[in-house]
Every structure is written in structure tokens, then in C-alpha cells.
């Protein structure tokens, strides 16, 4: 069971928003907001898309945006893509014992 | 460009010593600039840190696997190691290692290999 809660899964029609929850048990990320986002198409290896639970890498459109609030960190996703289709992992510092833990992940359909 | 690659065996009996390498190109494990990370996910599921390793040696496990875990690197041939001892059936997963920042966001995962699956069976 993870330690970080997500619905398994979530849908829109292309060019709509859609946005996913992370909810843990205590400050999602702690004080420091240590909650990243990864993006991981069908066949592939996950690949980073939020960090620090706002910021962006290079080449990652800014369509892709993060936020929280207490014990929920959230990801949105506008303009859907087809390309957008996969499922979506957030991971959030977990104190110096555990260091970092990740959601069961949210399979998002482009209808 | 960095490029990580995993290699092992993708069978493993159960009680045995799963071993998967992680070879880096177009970068070294010894730049100070970062950590070097395994991650592992079960068929279907969800993903899970294994245990992460900076080029001196200092090594950040899991909990849950630290006592049958170890992560460690190699700078001559510019790759890191994971061995899990004594596995069982729910130590199958594909494994992936990655690249982490040597910074106070230590936790993420910027760059990732392609993954190797390892199955645990007799």
C-alpha cells in the first residue's frame, strides 16, 4: 500500500483540463515541498515532469503545472493531448527514515 | 548526452541473490553534481525507491529492504550495483536505476534508464 494516495484513474477529452490528486498522510512533501510528478507513457520508463511542486524541467510544456496545499499536492494537465495518455506517479519527501515515497499512480484516458 | 543502461539476469530463483549493474555513458558517476538512484516497479503497480548511492560509497536505503540490500559503485567502469539477497516472488519488478541531483531536492528522479524486468521464479 502506498504511502501517497491517488485515484487510480482519470479521463478528458482533448483540449480539456484534467487534474490529479496526491493526498499523503501528514504535509505532502514536508516543510521543505519536496513533491515531484512523473509522467510515464505506455511501454516506457517514468519521466520527471513537476519537481519542488511547481517547477518544471527543461522541455516540459508548461501545460503541465503542480500546486499543494497541506496534506494534497495536486498536478494539472490543459489542453489534453493524446500524447497525455499514461499514468501519472507523484513522490514526496518522507522524512530522513523512509527519504522518499511514491503514489499507486493515476492512469489518465485522453477520450 | 547521459544515457543509463540495466543489466542483469532477468530470472532469478527464489531464495537467491538478485544482481542488476547500471552502466553510465555520456557522463561519470564521480561528478560530485549528483546521486545515482534504483527504483523498482511490479507488474501493474506502482513504483517503489530501492536505495541510492553517491560516487564516494555513502548509500541511502529503503527500510523495508535494507537488510537484505546492498547499492555500490564502481568509478573505474563508471557504473553502480544493486544486490537483494535472498528474494522472493514479490521481488519481481521491472528495475530501473536513475540519476538524482546533489541538492536539497535530492529525492527526485531526473533521468531515468530504460528499465530491465526480473522475474522471481524456481
Known amino acids: 500500500q502506498s504511502a501517497l494516495t491517488q485515484p487510480p484513474s482519470a479521463s478528458g477529452s482533448p483540449g480539456q483540463s484534467v487534474t490529479f490528486s496526491c493526498t499523503g498522510t501528514s504535509d505532502v512533501g514536508g516543510r521543505s515541498n519536496y513533491v515531484s510528478w512523473y509522467q510515464q507513457r505506455p511501454g516506457q520508463a517514468p519521466k520527471l515532469i513537476i519537481f519542488?511542486?511547481?517547477k518544471r524541467p527543461s522541455g516540459v510544456p508548461d501545460r503541465f503545472s503542480g500546486s499543494k496545499s497541506g496534506n494534497t499536492a495536486s498536478l494539472t494537465v490543459s489542453g489534453l493531448q493524446a500524447e497525455d495518455e499514461g499514468n501519472y506517479f507523484c513522490s514526496s519527501y518522507a522524512g530522513t527514515n523512509n527519504y522518499v515515497v511514491f503514489g499507486g499512480g493515476t492512469k489518465l484516458t485522453v477520450l | 548526452q547521459l544515457q543509463l543502461q540495466e543489466s542483469g539476469p532477468g530470472l532469478v530463483k527464489p531464495s537467491e541473490t538478485l544482481s542488476l549493474t547500471c552502466t553510465i555513458s555520456g557522463g561519470f558517476i564521480s561528478d560530485i553534481n549528483y546521486f545515482w538512484g534504483w527504483i523498482r516497479q511490479p507488474p501493474g503497480k506502482g513504483l517503489e525507491w530501492i536505495g541510492t548511492v553517491y560516487y564516494s560509497g555513502t548509500t541511502y536505503y529503503n527500510p523495508s529492504l535494507k537488510s537484505r540490500l546492498t547499492v555500490s559503485v564502481d568509478t573505474s567502469k563508471n557504473e553502480f550495483s544493486l544486490k537483494l539477497v535472498s528474494v522472493t516472488a514479490a521481488d519481481t519488478a521491472v528495475y530501473y536505476c536513475a540519476r538524482q541531483p546533489n541538492a536539497d531536492d535530492w529525492l527526485m528522479f531526473h533521468r531515468w534508464g530504460q528499465g530491465t524486468l526480473v522475474t522471481v521464479s524456481s
Open positions: 519542488e511542486v511547481t
